[in-house]
């Protein structure tokens, strides 16, 4: 029954198409729905309980709350109505469902660097919920099925296709991804934003892109493509006299720094160091990350094991404990590497260090059991 | 009627037996042997040799699966991408055999839940034993214990897993003289 209510309902609102749509102006438009309008509305927030339930959403409640200011701050006249969720997936990725949820992944806020950048993010998908895109894509989509498929994949959470043939978020048009560049840039304006960290949001994804030789993420994938909405953003932000608005590197940083530590260590979990390379190889990283982050980035290297990689990890877990002393990852992985090489006397330092530091260390056993065997001399 | 044509010389190869069968290990059965280990196999259960390894089940294989695999230094790790060696330590091999589990099994990996990870005896040498849980798609919660270790030929991964209702802790102690009596 599920799979059939779709359909019945893309057939009931491929059937309305003379409804003018126009963009809600404020709150109050959001208490005045079209019937066509409302079904989609439904089957949005259907889509937003499936998402609570998956388990894939990332519960920081002061970082949410965060989000919804940076939205509230450019889309005042919505009084709080626009949500802001964020979804629990590496993969880099943003989108808006019809009724105002906007979703963000962790992988895309690890890899902003300031408030302006978020908001650049945002201010694009509340456009798209605003002028309500999701409705006019629909009357344009021709193929339902094509529309649904690998939705799950493309936000970063398998097996949730069935409901987003009704939500129409998956491929705008390139017009109405332009009016979202457009419009959200004049919202950015509008609320003080430094708009010169418009383009470089795209910029370094890019780049990130590039490197890892993987298909565009989804929030970019749509016309027009990446390079095209860098130099749309440009464009935009030439024409402005000044750029000099607000950045917001350190109230960012501020309420990211526990997920993007987290995020380092799903990558590598999953042993995707390449893309914690990426991450902590930019210029300036360490300038957002805590110092604790050398530690993952030694790990990085560690699994990449190319040609002088263990003298780089080796250094990078050195400078960890110089400059965060009380991090015990790092004297692990120093005492793993002197073992490795036979240093007893430096092993069992840096093994007891680690164990000082943290007494109930999940890996407890194995350090237990390697120092065991240096005394036997196994 | 091509298709038609080609799905009936399927279903008669399979028919003649060139295909893995399923055999019932009876006591006369019990010590398996190949190129790289041995292991006396749980009598009464059904054993299926393939490509992959040997897969061992009583009741089905949803209900429990033991699953015995060798897999040579290169390419060990085939979803990660990463290579085993004769070197690498018990709580290398146990973070790599996680990574690749979950990289194959996407859909779980909010709720992969480690519950214990630490050093094991296996084949006369020191191994890794890591005992985790997860939820299925649809909701079914199932827990699972790999043990691994390598030697000089390349990487072994003994893997368990049943429901965690009931069933994993039913055949646990199989699961773990089966282990036991891995040689290498």
């Known amino acids: 029954m599920r799979h059939i209510l779709p359909a019945l309902a893309i057939a009931l609102l491929t059937a309305c198409e003379t409804t003018p749509i126009t963009p809600m102006q404020g709150y109050e438009d959001m208490q005045t729905l079209a019937p066509e309008e409302s079904r989609l509305w439904y089957s949005a927030a259907e889509l937003d309980q499936q998402l609570q339930k998956s388990g894939s959403l990332y519960k920081d ?10 939205m509230h701050k450019l889309y005042p006249e919505y009084d709080g109505a626009i949500t802001v969720r964020i979804v629990d997936s590496p993969s880099l990725n943003a989108f808006a469902l019809p009724n105002g949820s906007i979703y963000i992944n962790t992988g895309m806020l690890s890899r902003l660097e300031n408030e302006a950048q978020v908001a650049t993010v945002l201010a694009h998908e509340g456009v798209h919920f605003t002028n309500k895109h999701s409705w006019k894509q629909r009357r344009n989509v021709k193929n339902t099925t094509a529309f649904s498929t690998g939705f799950g994949m493309v936000i970063g959470i398998p097996g949730l296709g069935d409901l987003i043939s009704l939500s129409s978020i998956y491929g705008y048009s390139k017009d109405l991804e332009r009016e979202a560049d457009a419009d959200g840039f004049r919202r950015l304006q509008a609320a003080g934003y430094d708009v010169s960290q418009a383009p470089v949001t795209f910029e370094f994804l890019l780049a990130e892109v590039e490197a890892l030789d993987i298909d565009e993420p989804y929030f970019f994938s749509t016309h027009p493509a990446l390079e095209d909405r860098i130099n749309n953003f440009r464009e935009l932000a030439r024409q402005q006299a000044s750029v000099n608005g607000y950045k917001g590197a350190e109230a960012y940083r501020s309420h990211v720094d526990k997920l993007q530590l987290e995020l380092l260590a799903d990558y590598l979990e999953l042993s995707q160091q390449q893309s914690v390379l990426l991450i902590l190889e930019r210029q300036g990283a360490f300038d957002r990350y805590p110092p604790s982050a050398w530690y993952y980035l030694g790990e990085a290297y560690r699994l990449r094991n190319e040609a002088g990689d263990t003298e780089r990890s080796v250094k990078a877990y050195q400078t960890a404990i110089e400059q965060s002393p009380g991090f015990a990852p790092s004297y692990r992985a120093l005492g793993l590497y002197y073992m490795k090489n036979n240093d007893s006397l430096q092993a069992e330092n840096y093994f007891s260090k680690y164990l000082e530091l943290q007494p109930d260390a999940q890996d407890r056993d194995y350090i237990e059991y390697y120092r065991t065997s240096l005394k036997s001399g196994e | 009627m091509k298709i038609t044509a080609v799905t009936i010389v399927l279903v008669l190869v399979l028919l003649s037996g060139c295909a893995p069968t399923w055999v019932k290990v009876d006591n006369t ?44 230094h290169k390419d060990t790790f085939e979803k990660i991408k990463k290579d085993s060696s004769a070197t690498m330590l018990p709580s290398e091999l146990a973070q790599l055999s996680i990574a690749e589990l979950k990289a194959s099994q996407e859909d779980n990996l909010p709720s992969l839940e480690i519950l214990h990870n630490a050093p094991v005896g296996l084949g006369g040498r020191t191994g890794f034993d890591v005992h985790l849980r997860y939820k299925t798609k649809a909701g079914l919660r199932m827990d699972m214990e790999m043990r691994g270790v390598v030697d000089n030929s390349g990487f072994y991964l003994l893997k368990y897993s049943a429901p965690t209702l009931h069933y994993f802790e039913r055949d646990r102690q199989t699961y773990e003289a089966l282990t036991e009596s891995l040689q290498l």
Do not use: C
């Open chain 1, 61 to 70: 409640e002061d970082l949410r709350a965060y989000l919804e200011a940076v």
């Open chain 2, 29 to 72: 059965g019990r010590n398996y042997r190949n190129e790289h280990y041995s292991i006396t196999l749980p009598a009464g259960w059904m054993r299926l040799e393939s490509d992959d390894g040997l897969i061992l089940s009583k009741d089905g294989i949803l209900l429990q699966i033991i699953s015995i695999q060798f897999r040579p």
